[in-house]
């Protein structure tokens, strides 16, 4: 089991930035092993995968964010990150955090394949 903690959600003006953050609590040997995502959703949208980074640290963007967000992982601290820089209105939602099974890569990491997930921290861009 891996419970997932965001934090570093909050309200920003379009152009400033936002690092947010995802605490796993999981054994400091096995987050590594961990593919993760981060997701968002707007009120009255779907769900979107924005970025994903696999065990080996490999990346993928979804394309409206490309440029703009940056994904990465501390498997020291068991810690996933999402730095957001130039923020955008259309950014705004609740962002999640989520991880697959071990030792697994989703298929298409931006659409899904994961099992587990945060409760989400909110991004307001006005």
């Known amino acids: 089991q891996v419970q997932l903690v965001e934090s570093g959600g909050g309200s920003a003006q379009a152009g400033g930035a936002l690092r947010l953050s995802c605490d796993a609590s999981?054994?400091?040997?096995?987050?590594?092993?961990?593919?993760m995502g981060w997701f968002r959703q707007a009120p009255g949208k779907e769900r979107e995968g924005v970025a994903s980074i696999d065990s080996d640290g490999g990346t993928s963007y979804a394309d409206p964010v490309k440029g703009r967000f940056t994904i990465s992982r501390d498997n020291a601290k068991n810690t996933l990150y999402l730095q957001i820089n130039n923020l955008q209105p259309e950014d705004s939602g609740t962002y999640y955090c989520?991880?697959?099974?071990?030792?697994?890569?989703?298929?298409?990491?931006?659409?899904?394949?994961?099992?587990?997930w945060g409760q989400g921290t909110q991004v307001t861009v006005s």
């Open positions: 989520a991880a697959a099974r071990t030792l697994y890569t989703p298929t298409c990491p931006l659409r899904g394949g994961y099992v587990f």
């Open positions: 999981t054994s400091l040997r096995t987050f590594n092993l961990y593919a």
